[in-house]
């Protein structure tokens, strides 16, 4: 919910989402036109409007035989009430999603798994923390239970988010290399009914379509544009 970010990708390429491609007889799938999509066979595209957190569209796609990419599935988003910020640069403390291409280190979830999840599950308790404070050892990082030197009031006590969270994908946004002040806590969750706070939502039942239709193996990404911007994505 509270911003945060961690990449994983290109070094200084472009991103375009929502762009029209160069040539061609007729647009080809978004995956096709973009630099980079993270080196699996799945990936999740939050495209936002370019000013605005609602009227988006998550779509998940899988690229199959011949390297073709083909729609899996898609749904209506909701983005950070501030919009969108560039993740190389975001800060924290703005309601801003961080654009850019990201790894989805697991999911987790008040509820259970959805049957058929393969991905890495895990589950919400009552001791669950996020930590959001940029003087603990902990940032951007689940904790159980919330450890000492981070501050509850910059931490989310997951449980609490019983909407949102009842399904989840951790974002791979300044987590493998936490930069303090960039932001901490962001996922891909089930929509509570308005912006989010840097985060990218979807409906319940989407949230749960993906969870089934996500392969570890396939390693999926999720990358995070507007709809016929750029965004510069740099490895770090």
Do not use: K
Request: aromatic share 8%.
């Amino acid at each position: 919910m509270r911003p945060g970010v961690v990449a994983v990708l290109l070094s200084a390429s472009l991103l375009a989402l929502g762009a029209a491609p160069a040539d061609g007889p007729g647009p080809r799938p978004l995956p096709a036109r973009m630099a980079d999509t993270g080196g699996g066979t799945q990936l999740i595209t939050a495209v936002a409007p370019a000013a605005g957190w609602t009227g988006g569209r998550v779509t998940w796609w899988a690229r199959v035989g011949g390297g073709r990419w083909v729609e899996a599935g898609s749904a209506p988003a909701r983005f950070g009430a501030g919009g969108l910020a560039d993740g190389t640069t975001r800060e924290q403390g703005t309601l801003t999603t961080p654009t850019g291409l990201y790894d989805l280190p697991y999911a987790f979830g008040i509820a259970p798994a959805p049957r058929g999840t393969r991905y890495r599950y895990r589950p919400v308790r009552e001791e669950s923390w996020w930590c959001q404070d940029n003087a603990s050892r902990s940032y951007n990082r689940w904790t159980e239970p919330r450890p000492a030197d981070c501050r509850a009031t910059e931490a989310e006590h997951l449980i609490t988010y019983s909407a949102q969270y009842a399904h989840a994908l951790v974002v791979g946004f300044n987590y493998h290399r936490p930069v303090r002040g960039r932001g901490a806590g962001i996922f891909l969750h089930v929509d509570g009914r308005g912006a989010t706070a840097g985060c990218v939502s979807v409906p319940a039942e989407a949230m749960r379509r993906i969870l089934r239709w996500a392969e570890p193996e396939a390693r999926p990404h999720l990358a995070i544009g507007t709809s016929g911007g750029a965004t510069a994505i740099t490895r770090y």
